[in-house]
Nanobody, 122 residues
Framework: QLQLVESGGGLVQPGGSLRLSCAAS????????IGWFRQAPGKEREGVSC????????NYADSVKGRFTISRDNAKNTVYLQMNSLKPEDTAVYYC???????????????WGKGTLVTVSS
């Protein structure tokens, strides 16, 4: 059973940066595409970014393009989300999720972490 644990959330001022980590245990992530999602208060969960199992393919929501970068270190069984130039509207609980497939699809995630809270406020 694959377990995912997010970390790295916290309170940051607008314009600041955070790096989220998604650490996996139980199974290797070598063959899984990984996605980052977020859910703001009162809003539906949305896909933020996704990376293929090899790391060769990534995609981003329009709202975070140019500010967020997803990466993975399969040797550490960990996926990262570097978030720069943070805005108050980035405030949300951020979740990572894994699909059993090697390519990204926000709608076929099979395993989910419990989330980490990111608050962007002055």
């Amino acid at each position: 059973q694959l377990q995912l644990v997010e970390s790295g959330g916290g309170l940051v001022q607008p314009g600041g940066s955070l790096r989220l980590s998604c650490a996996a245990s139980g199974l290797t992530l070598d063959y899984n595409a990984i996605g980052w999602f977020r859910q703001a208060p009162g809003k539906e969960r949305e896909g933020v970014s996704c990376i293929s199992s090899s790391g060769g393919s990534t995609n981003y929501a329009d709202s975070v393009k140019g500010r967020f970068t997803i990466s993975r270190d399969n040797a550490k069984n960990t996926v990262y989300l570097q978030m720069n130039s943070l805005k108050p509207e980035d405030t949300a609980v951020y979740y990572c999720a894994a699909t059993l497939d090697s390519i990204c699809d926000y709608y076929t995630m099979d395993y989910w972490g419990k989330g980490t809270l990111v608050t962007v406020s002055s």
